[in-house]
């Protein structure tokens, strides 16, 4: 089955770097996705990797270790809009159909705080 | 352009009622899929479809059908609704690439009383 942890929530400083981390256990795994959602909103596309090392893309980077089943977001300059969800999603096999599905975190809830 | 549109935004159902929530795209995506999402549970895949006339199963299909009549909509219905299915339901859609992200419509708020 699919298995992904990331922690519930963070606060962080206004300008200061926050890492969020991601673990995940998966069958056939394919890439693995963030994503943002602000409260009561849907899920924006920030990253995607498949390959080994850092994907980076103005104040946000992520960071992929197939072999360690672990990922990490890093956003730089924190602003008060980054205040939001963070999800991180697998795209996998469900066991059950044999399809390639993606596959959520509960997501991690980030306060930026002034 | 308005990408991935859902009907309706927000829907109280008594228990046993039935209904079904519109998702339409303007992007020209071959795949579509319904999630729902619920707190502490993370967002898990109901049902999607690859193509015009065809569905499939994802994580927690039991209660729902699908319908994908026509390559930009996807309807989600709900035969006989239970107080379990109060959520949020989040349509997406997709090139169908793996590298390609999905794009989220806005979501429907359910409560089933």
């Known amino acids: 089955g699919q298995n992904i942890d990331q922690p519930t929530e963070m606060t962080a400083t206004e300008g200061a770097i926050v890492q969020i981390n991601c673990t995940y256990q998966?069958?056939?795994?394919?890439?693995l996705f963030w994503y943002q959602q602000h409260a009561g909103e849907a899920p924006t596309f920030l990253s995607y990797n498949v390959l080994d090392g850092l994907e980076e893309k103005g104040r946000f980077s992520s960071f992929l270790s197939r072999s360690k089943g672990y990922s990490y977001l890093l956003l730089k300059e924190l602003q008060m809009k980054d205040s939001a969800s963070y999800l991180c999603?697998?795209?996998?096999?469900?066991?059950?159909?044999?399809?390639?599905?993606?596959?959520f975190g509960t997501g991690t809830r980030l306060t930026v705080i002034p | 352009n308005a990408g991935v549109t859902q009907t309706p935004k927000f829907r109280v159902l008594k228990t046993g009622q039935s209904m079904t929530l519109l998702c339409a795209q303007d992007m020209n995506h071959e795949y579509m899929y319904w999630y729902r999402q619920d707190p502490g549970m993370g967002l898990r895949l109901i049902h999607y479809?690859?193509?015009?006339?065809?569905?499939a199963k994802g994580e927690v299909p039991d209660g729902y059908n699908v319908s994908r009549l026509k390559k930009q909509n996807f309807l989600l219905g709900l035969e006989s609704a239970a107080p379990s299915q109060t959520s949020v339901y989040f349509c997406?859609?997709?090139?169908?690439?793996?590298?390609?992200?999905?794009?989220f419509g806005p979501g429907t708020r359910l409560l089933v009383l």
């Open positions: 999603a697998v795209r996998g096999v469900n066991g059950e159909t044999g399809a390639n599905n993606l596959f």
């Open positions: 479809s690859v193509g015009e006339g065809t569905t």
């Open positions: 997406a859609s997709s090139s169908g690439l793996a590298w390609e992200t999905q794009y």
């Open positions: 998966t069958s056939g795994f394919n890439g």
